[in-house]
């Protein structure tokens, strides 16, 4: 599917939804990105999963904020991939450093830096154990299978709803 095409749906998805989160957080291994940055050079052009992009696009057209809380070893690789896909400016919060916290800091600080509270965020991360200690903070969480795409985006925006009600 084309970028063009999974933002107009994206766009559509977000239209059909009475509640918006005010924040959408990434994680970014394995859930924006195919690969583990520690594994990467930053000399490399890394790339996003197919659908990444207009995801992330169709948020920002719609003005909803975004952040990533990335538990990488090398931030220094993840932010400069950020940079050469273009997409560094799009997240009003960039919470990437090792923790063994299971991500709870790094919302703590994205929470302490934009003031959104934890039941106004959305997250989406591969790892088991980071939905379940981010979920106990309030924040709606999913886990994404294989990256983040069309089908985990709908669940995420259709959770989140659901715990707004």
């Known amino acids: 599917m ?3 095409r999974v933002k ?10 009475q509640v918006l989160p005010r924040l959408v957080v990434f994680d970014l291994d394995y859930t924006l990105w195919p690969f583990y940055c520690e594994c990467r050079s930053k000399r490399e052009m890394p790339s996003l999963y197919p659908h990444a992009e207009g995801i992330l696009y169709a948020l920002k057209e719609k003005g909803i904020d975004m952040a990533i809380a990335s538990r990488s070893p090398t931030p220094d690789i993840a932010k400069t991939f950020l940079d050469k896909l273009g997409i560094k400016s799009m997240f009003v919060a960039q919470e990437i450093f090792s923790s063994w916290s299971h991500k709870t800091e790094h919302f703590q600080r994205i929470h302490r830096r934009t003031g ?4 106004s965020m ?8 980071n939905i379940e200690s981010v979920s106990k903070t ?11 795409n069309i089908g985990a985006f709908r669940q995420g925006l ?3 709803s659901q715990n707004s009600a």
């Open 138 to 148: 309030g924040v709606t969480s999913i886990l994404v299978g294989n990256g983040l």
């Open 158 to 160: 259709t959770k989140f």
């Open 116 to 119: 959104v509270p934890f039941n």
């Open 8 to 17: 107009e749906e994206a766009l559509q998805i977000i239209g059909l939804c």
């Open 2 to 4: 084309a970028e063009s």
């Open 122 to 129: 959305l997250f989406f991360d591969d790892e088991d154990r």
